[in-house]
């Protein structure tokens, strides 16, 4: 069995070399790179299954990584690493094209869990799909989604979204006007309902509205206490 490949970008060199041998110990293939200016050589030469990036790096800082890797790549997961613990720092992340966050200092397990939950949705994204149609198109109002190719189209404007956007999106597109629990979107796209991931939810589903915004009829409601309802 092929191991996962994972680039790993951390500047603290200690931290890093431990980090490095758990994920190894773990039967995971890591390469490891302490400087912004190496990472996107490192990205084409070991094509990687997953990046785990750290925020604050020598000469270039992993939110300017994060966004070139995923101008390469729409659908590699990204896990970004920061000591940040500001919201604002959390949005930038996910506009960087991160999928995921993690604060420091963290644990081992949780890095594990978080690294296979992302690759997990990877797979499942790119397997067979789940709902009559859909490796074609959905569409969504004015819009088409093409969860396959993670892009939203409406007439002549083509936006790629993450693989979490997608995921979410192809979530919701299930469930058209139906209600649909907060808790049950959280378990299929993270694991959990933990505070950290709801936050998370709370920032994908203002970027899906933003992206939604120029067709008035389709509406993410949110029904306060339960969940959403997908309209149009």
């Known amino acids: 069995m092929t191991k996962p490949k994972i680039l790993y970008v951390e500047d603290e060199v200690f931290l890093g070399k431990i980090v490095k041998e758990s994920l190894e110990s773990r039967d995971f293939q890591v ?19 997953l990046v785990v990036l750290d925020v604050m790096l020598p000469n270039r800082d992993g939110y300017e990584l994060g966004t070139l890797i995923r101008e390469k790549n729409t659908q590699i997961p990204i896990l970004f690493l920061t ?7 959390l949005l930038r992340g996910f506009q960087a094209g991160g999928n995921d966050y993690i604060r420091k200092p963290f644990s ?5 869990v978080r690294i296979h939950n992302l690759l997990k949705l990877t797979q499942e994204g790119n397997s067979s799909p789940s709902i009559p149609g859909e490796a074609d198109k959905i569409p969504i109002g ?3 989604f093409f969860p396959v190719k993670y892009e939203l189209r409406r007439q002549e404007h083509v936006r790629k979204l993450s693989h979490r956007e997608a995921e979410l999106l192809k979530i ?21 309902d933990s505070f950290f991931n709801s936050r998370n939810l709370d920032v994908y589903i203002t970027r899906l509205r933003d992206y939604l915004r120029d ?15 997908f309209t149009w």
């Open 31 to 49: 390469t490891m790179v302490s400087d912004g200016n190496e990472v996107m050589q490192a990205f084409e030469s070991f094509s990687p299954d």
């Open 83 to 89: 000591a940040k613990t500001q919201t604002e720092d």
């Open 108 to 112: 081992m397990e949780e890095l594990i």
């Open 142 to 144: 004015q819009y088409t």
């Open 172 to 192: 919701l597109a299930q469930h058209h006007n139906q209600t649909l629990e907060r808790k049950v979107i959280l378990q299929q796209l993270w694991g959990d």
């Open 215 to 229: 067709d008035p009829a389709v509406q993410i409601i949110t029904l306060k206490g339960v969940g959403y309802q």
